[in-house]
């Protein structure tokens, strides 16, 4: 399990930033992707965007985007029918054999 895994599994979405280049590694890794420096964990910034959605079996899933380039997926919650571009939020997250999101618009 590596680190990404193990902050999500106590709740806390972390994403790598390169501590030289200040590139954000997505998907994530242990080392820049573009100069091969240390990263640095850091909590994502929360406030993301609806790119995709679709329902099964009563549930809504969804793909959604934050910081301009990390794009995840997980279950929406929603009590409206939701809209392409609206912003979202994280809900809550965790792992469990694969990354588990839920979202909820704001
Ligand atoms: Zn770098």
């Known amino acids: 399990?590596?680190?990404f895994e193990a902050e999500l599994k106590n709740g806390r979405?972390?994403?790598p930033?390169?501590?030289r280049c200040q590139?954000?590694?997505?998907p994530p890794s242990e080392f820049c992707t573009q100069c091969f420096g240390n990263v640095i964990w850091r909590t994502v910034n929360d406030s993301g965007i609806l790119v995709e959605y679709s329902s099964k079996d009563g549930k809504m899933?969804?793909?959604?985007?934050?910081e301009d380039s990390i794009r995840i997926m997980g279950t929406l919650n929603c009590y409206?029918?939701?809209v392409i571009g609206q912003k979202i939020k994280i809900s809550?997250?965790?792992f469990d054999k694969s990354?588990?999101?839920t979202f909820s618009s704001e």
Do not use: R
């Open 92 to 94: 809550s997250c965790g």
């Open 80 to 82: 409206k029918t939701p």
């Open 1 to 3: 399990m590596n680190i």
């Open 99 to 101: 990354p588990k999101f």
């Open 61 to 66: 899933f969804c793909i959604a985007e934050f």
């Open 17 to 19: 930033e390169c501590s």
């Open 23 to 26: 590139k954000v590694i997505w």
């Open 13 to 15: 979405f972390v994403i």
